[in-house]
């Protein structure tokens, strides 16, 4: 009796070595098409995000090489004197960018000196002082009006601004800061005042919109901490918040100049038009975008087309300048930390 069962086990012993294999073999044989469908999207998808990354610089350079080949006639004409000229007449075909470089720097910088104090209060207001129940409101309100198209804007300038400015508030300005220099001339209305203050409405909603999220951001702890050491609304507002979302809303800002910078149809109808460097606020101007697409159908000479596509090189050129800045001044306040320019 004892010898069937060493048989028995002798045969399962010698069995059990075989069984293994097969099943091993079995597991290995559903799981190696599944690593591969894997292997297969993990590739598929990193060679998308590539292309991705790689189209956006492609579309940068071939921006850059059609905009030097198209201006090639005036950049060869002109050479840096173009940047330095303030004459530009088609007939004789003398042309500068000097006044529209100078108009659109004056008009940007006059949009933020209005835009952003008003934004940055309306942030505040919105996060810390408003009533729950106007709230979410008047934030609608203030993001709709980014939804505006410009050709709006522009009408309203216009219809409404621009009498409102030659009636009443441009002899204003006369009579009590013609000393300074900035508003001596006639009150024609339109000008780079007219246009600074169209393009401070458009790039409000923008930065306030955005401020606002990121004073959302900044932890209620902060704010109760600088309450717990005896410090007033305005500290804890100072203290507590500003300080803590600056980088944010400095980039609120920056997005800010860049729609102010290149924005055309709005600051068109209000500018005024003129190809000289006005003298003062009040006076009629002309920003690199406005004349570009003032003039871009009217160009017959080679060599006008020529000085025109050049412009929006040179307003290429400038908004690159000013992405520098403001990461330097990112980087300036952040004490090198770039990974919290976005926080």
């Keep these: 009796m004892p010898v069937p069962l060493k048989l028995k086990v002798g045969r399962q012993a010698e069995q059990a070595p075989e069984e293994e294999p097969r099943e091993k073999l079995a597991v290995v044989a559903v799981r190696a098409p599944r690593h591969r469908e894997a292997w297969f999207a993990d590739a598929t998808f990193r060679s ?10 492609i579309i940068v350079v071939l921006i850059v090489f059609q905009l030097v080949r198209q201006s090639s ?23 500068g ?23 940055l209060g309306t942030a505040l207001f919105l996060t810390e002082l408003c009533p729950p129940f106007l709230r979410r409101v008047l934030g609608t309100i203030v993001e ?4 505006i198209p410009s050709v709006i804007y522009g009408l309203w300038g216009i219809f409404v601004l621009v009498p409102v400015l030659r009636i009443y508030i441009e002899p204003w300005l006369q009579r009590n800061l013609g000393w300074t220099g900035l508003f001596s001339g006639a009150p024609y209305g339109v000008g ?20 606002r999220e990121v004073i959302l951001a900044v932890p209620r702890s902060q704010r109760e901490a600088v309450l ?13 918040v500003l300080r803590n979302a600056r980088v944010g809303i400095l980039g609120a800002i920056i997005l800010g100049l860049g729609r102010a910078v290149g924005e055309t149809m709005a600051v068109t109808m209000v500018i005024g038009n003129s190809a000289t460097i006005p003298n003062s606020l009040l006076a009629p101007g002309n920003t690199l975008a406005s004349v570009v697409a003032l003039e871009f159908t009217e160009a017959v000479e080679n060599i006008h087309l020529s000085s025109l596509i050049e412009l929006a090189l040179v307003l290429f050129v400038i908004t690159l300048i000013m992405n520098a ?5 990112v980087w300036s306040v952040t004490g090198g930390a770039t990974s919290r320019t976005l926080a």
């Design 228 to 240: 717990a050491l005896g410090a007033t609304r305005w500290e804890v507002l100072r203290i507590g």
């Design 192 to 211: 780079l005042l007219a246009a600074g203050i169209v393009l401070a409405i458009m790039v409000l909603p923008i930065t306030a919109s955005i401020s």
């Design 97 to 119: 960018a000097l006044p529209f470089i100078y108009g659109t720097i004056v008009t940007s910088i006059l949009a933020l000196l209005i835009a952003v104090p008003l934004s």
């Design 325 to 329: 800045l403001a990461r330097f001044l």
């Design 73 to 95: 006639l005036s950049l060869h004409k002109f050479g840096f004197k173009f940047l330095t000229t303030s004459m530009w007449n088609p007939v004789t075909g003398e042309f």
């Design 48 to 57: 998308l995000v590539i292309a991705c990354a790689i189209s956006l610089l």
């Design 144 to 147: 709709l009006l980014a939804a």
